[in-house]
């Protein structure tokens, strides 16, 4: 309940209220024109005084923050948590808030708005109860202005909806948890639109320019992955067994050596063998004329030679075959030679072959701690890799499994706010039994209210005849929070107040503002709360009701708009 309204301004107004139905009237004094307005009397301010005091924040077009009003300070006292509190805070310094009175303040008496608004949630709604990491939980804000409905927020376009940009998944959080639901599922909801919309985002981006290169297709990069994965894991297991030899580069060079050398044995070899060949057929060629030939030569000689050539014939026979033989004896003299140049060199072949055999043995199972660390580079290349392709690989199984993971959640949350419903029907039915019922007192074909699960959240309508009337939309959002104050009040949390801006009777028919101010009365009397009304004074009375009288309910500050000083304020800026 809010007991009074006050400020450090000379000129204001101060307000006190009491239990119960309050109507501050704007009055048009005889003899104003019709140029002189009553918009600026003060109706709406009074609202945005009351949430500039519960913690709004206080941008640079808030009314307590223009020039002519920065330097004041406003206040309030209420009852918080069961104990009536003093309140104030002034636009030049918005972010402290003043406060006197209440226990469960521990005779702190400034906060920071942040603290204040904790405490309101705490007091007002029990919201120091929800774990911080419960994703789209209520807030005090988003919960109060359900109660304190803002012209300026666009809070008069439809009853589910206390702010004309507020999202589903904000509304459907802080309805659910009004009305005693569970709001869990719709904070799930908001997740669900949350990943569609980054899908989307993705899926755009996936689409056009290099970013759809760098993802790539799933089935591409599952391909990839394994190969890499597979690399990576055959070079850990050679780094696994591998083993360091600080003499590898010493043993490598003399495997070398022992190759060139083993190269150039064969390579001598090789001109020997030639050379085996060339001497075995000059062996075999060297055949020397026989000696009938020898002896026809001679004979041919002797017709031609003197004797004397004739009588050495035995002689030329002997020289002949010492120089047959000399000739193979050296000829074969060379072949062995050569032949055991080519026999050591295999024997010496076979040494280095040995040897070599030997360190290569060696090199196959150890490595050099050069090529260790260059193991480990290249395992921490791959490895980096791997990990690039896996996240390349999950996002890009994720962008197109995602699609179908959503529709699988969608569905499941609407069996869970189904089965809510069923486990919750005696609180749905009160709310819906409660809207109705004040319909009723509205209208003689009430109108009523339907929650439906649909795949995107519960979805509020309220089906009343000529519904499309602004004046019965605003009856609806009447109905709608008058709803919410039975049912919060029934439960111990709200703020025990209702108040509503004049503009929420903005072309109502005159019958149905009476009626809705006797059952706004009736209704704060039963529950034993308040509920505060701006009206514009004609609008107020253009109706009567018997048994009814509105000047019962009038605050003795009434607004006029036939002076300067006739304001909330006491000056018009």
Same mark, same amino acid.
């Given at each position: 309940?809010?007991?009074?309204?006050?400020?450090?301004?000379?000129?204001?107004?101060?307000?006190?209220?009491?239990?119960?139905?309050?109507?501050?009237?704007?009055?048009?004094?005889?003899?104003?024109?019709?140029?002189?307005?009553?918009?600026?009397?003060?109706?709406?301010?009074?609202?945005?005084?009351?949430?500039?005091?519960?913690?709004?924040?206080?941008?640079?077009?808030?009314?307590?923050?223009?020039?002519?009003?920065?330097?004041?300070?406003?206040?309030?006292?209420?009852?918080?948590?069961?104990?009536?509190?003093?309140?104030?805070?002034?636009?030049?310094?918005?972010?402290?808030?003043?406060?006197?009175?209440?226990?469960?303040?521990?005779?702190?008496?400034?906060?920071?708005?942040?603290?204040?608004?904790?405490?309101?949630?705490?007091?007002?709604?029990?919201?120091?109860?929800?774990?911080?990491?419960?994703?789209?939980?209520?807030?005090?804000?988003?919960?109060?202005?359900?109660?304190?409905?803002?012209?300026?927020?666009?809070?008069?376009?439809?009853?589910?909806?206390?702010?004309?940009?507020?999202?589903?998944?904000?509304?459907?959080?802080?309805?659910?948890?009004?009305?005693?639901?569970?709001?869990?599922?719709?904070?799930?909801?908001?997740?669900?639109?949350?990943?569609?919309?980054?899908?989307?985002?993705?899926?755009?981006?996936?689409?056009?320019?290099?970013?759809?290169?760098?993802?790539?297709?799933?089935?591409?990069?599952?391909?990839?992955?394994?190969?890499?994965?597979?690399?990576?894991?055959?070079?850990?297991?050679?780094?696994?067994?591998?083993?360091?030899?600080?003499?590898?580069?010493?043993?490598?060079?003399?495997?070398?050596?022992?190759?060139?050398?083993?190269?150039?044995?064969?390579?001598?070899?090789?001109?020997?063998?030639?050379?085996?060949?060339?001497?075995?057929?000059?062996?075999?060629?060297?055949?020397?004329?026989?000696?009938?030939?020898?002896?026809?030569?001679?004979?041919?000689?002797?017709?031609?030679?003197?004797?004397?050539?004739?009588?050495?014939?035995?002689?030329?026979?002997?020289?002949?075959?010492?120089?047959?033989?000399?000739?193979?004896?050296?000829?074969?003299?060379?072949?062995?030679?050569?032949?055991?140049?080519?026999?050591?060199?295999?024997?010496?072949?076979?040494?280095?072959?040995?040897?070599?055999?030997?360190?290569?043995?060696?090199?196959?199972?150890?490595?050099?701690? *050069?090529?260790?660390? #260059? =193991?480990? $580079?290249?395992?921490?290349? &791959? /490895?980096? %890799?791997?990990?690039? +392709?896996?996240? @390349?690989? *999950?996002?890009?199984? #994720? =962008?197109? $499994?995602?699609?179908?993971? &959503? /529709?699988? %959640?969608?569905?499941? +949350?609407?069996? @869970?706010?189904?089965?809510?419903?069923?486990?919750?029907?005696?609180?749905?039915?009160?709310?819906?039994?409660?809207?109705?019922?004040?319909?009723?007192?509205?209208?003689?074909?009430?109108?009523?209210?339907?929650?439906?699960?649909?795949?995107?959240?519960?979805?509020?309508?309220?089906?009343?005849?000529?519904?499309?009337?602004?004046?019965?939309?605003?009856?609806?959002?009447?109905?709608?929070?008058?709803?919410?104050?039975?049912?919060?009040?029934?439960?111990?949390?709200?703020?025990?107040?209702?108040?509503?801006?004049?503009?929420?009777?903005?072309?109502?028919?005159?019958?149905?503002?009476?009626?809705?101010?006797?059952?706004?009365?009736?209704?704060?009397?039963?529950?034993?709360?308040?509920?505060?009304?701006?009206?514009?004074?004609?609008?107020?009375?253009?109706?009567?009701?018997?048994?009814?009288?509105?000047?019962?309910?009038?605050?003795?500050?009434?607004?006029?708009?036939?002076?300067?000083?006739?304001?909330?304020?006491?000056?018009?800026?």
């Amino acid at each position: 309940m809010i007991h009074r309204i006050f400020s450090s301004l000379e000129t204001f107004k101060g307000l006190e209220f009491k239990t119960g139905l309050n109507v501050l009237i704007a009055q048009k004094e005889d003899g104003a024109t019709d140029k002189q307005t009553r918009n600026r009397a003060g109706k709406t301010s009074l609202v945005e005084i009351i949430h500039f005091l519960t913690g709004a924040d206080a941008g640079k077009d808030s009314l307590c923050r223009s020039t002519a009003l920065s330097e004041q300070t406003f206040g309030m006292e209420l009852d918080v948590g069961g104990e009536r509190i003093k309140v104030s805070r002034s636009g030049k310094e918005k972010s402290k808030i003043e406060v006197g009175g209440g226990s469960f303040l521990g005779g702190k008496t400034r906060l920071t708005n942040s603290e204040w608004v904790d405490v309101l949630g705490e007091k007002m709604f029990g919201l120091h109860t929800i774990e911080e990491d419960s994703g789209r939980a209520p807030t005090f804000r988003s919960l109060f202005a359900y109660f304190v409905r803002r012209q300026l927020s666009g809070a008069f376009t439809t009853p589910e909806k206390q702010a004309a940009m507020q999202q589903a998944g904000d509304y459907q959080v802080a309805l659910l948890f009004l009305l005693g639901l569970d709001w869990k599922i719709a904070s799930d909801w908001q997740k669900v639109r949350d990943r569609e919309k980054t899908l989307k985002e993705l899926k755009t981006a996936a689409g056009t320019g290099a970013f759809g290169s760098i993802i790539g297709k799933a089935s591409d990069l599952r391909t990839e992955l394994t190969v890499a994965e597979a690399r990576l894991s055959a070079l850990k297991a050679q780094i696994a067994s591998f083993r360091i030899l600080p003499q590898y580069d010493e043993l490598e060079a003399e495997v070398n050596r022992l190759t060139r050398e083993t190269k150039e044995l064969l390579n001598s070899n090789t001109i020997d063998k030639a050379t085996v060949g060339d001497l075995q057929k000059a062996i075999q060629s060297e055949t020397p004329p026989s000696l009938t030939e020898l002896e026809g030569i001679y004979a041919e000689a002797g017709i031609v030679l003197p004797g004397v050539a004739i009588k050495r014939y035995e002689e030329v026979k002997s020289f002949h075959e010492s120089v047959v033989r000399n000739r193979r004896d050296y000829l074969t003299g060379e072949l062995e030679a050569v032949q055991a140049r080519i026999t050591s060199r295999e024997r010496t072949k076979a040494s280095l072959d040995a040897r070599r055999a030997e360190v290569m043995n060696i090199l196959q199972s150890h490595g050099a701690l *050069e090529q260790f660390v #260059q =193991l480990q $580079g290249e395992a921490g290349r &791959l /490895e980096a %890799e791997v990990e690039s +392709l896996r996240q @390349r690989f *999950e996002s890009a199984e #994720q =962008l197109e $499994g995602s699609k179908n993971e &959503l /529709e699988i %959640e969608r569905n499941r +949350l609407t069996l @869970r706010l189904r089965r809510d419903f069923s486990e919750q029907k005696d609180r749905l039915s009160e709310a819906i039994l409660a809207f109705e019922e004040t319909s009723k007192g509205l209208y003689e074909s009430a109108g009523s209210m339907t929650i439906e699960e649909t795949s995107n959240g519960p979805v509020f309508q309220f089906p009343m005849q000529g519904s499309r009337s602004k004046g019965i939309k605003n009856m609806q959002i009447f109905c709608f929070d008058m709803m919410l104050m039975r049912l919060c009040a029934k439960r111990g949390i709200g703020p025990g107040f209702l108040v509503h801006d004049s503009h929420l009777f903005d072309g109502v028919d005159g019958r149905q503002v009476i009626s809705a101010l006797q059952v706004g009365a009736k209704t704060a009397k039963e529950l034993g709360v308040q509920y505060i009304v701006t009206m514009n004074e004609d609008d107020a009375f253009k109706e009567k009701i018997e048994g009814f009288d509105l000047k019962d309910y009038m605050l003795p500050v009434v607004l006029t708009d036939a002076k300067e000083d006739g304001g909330l304020f006491g000056f018009r800026f």
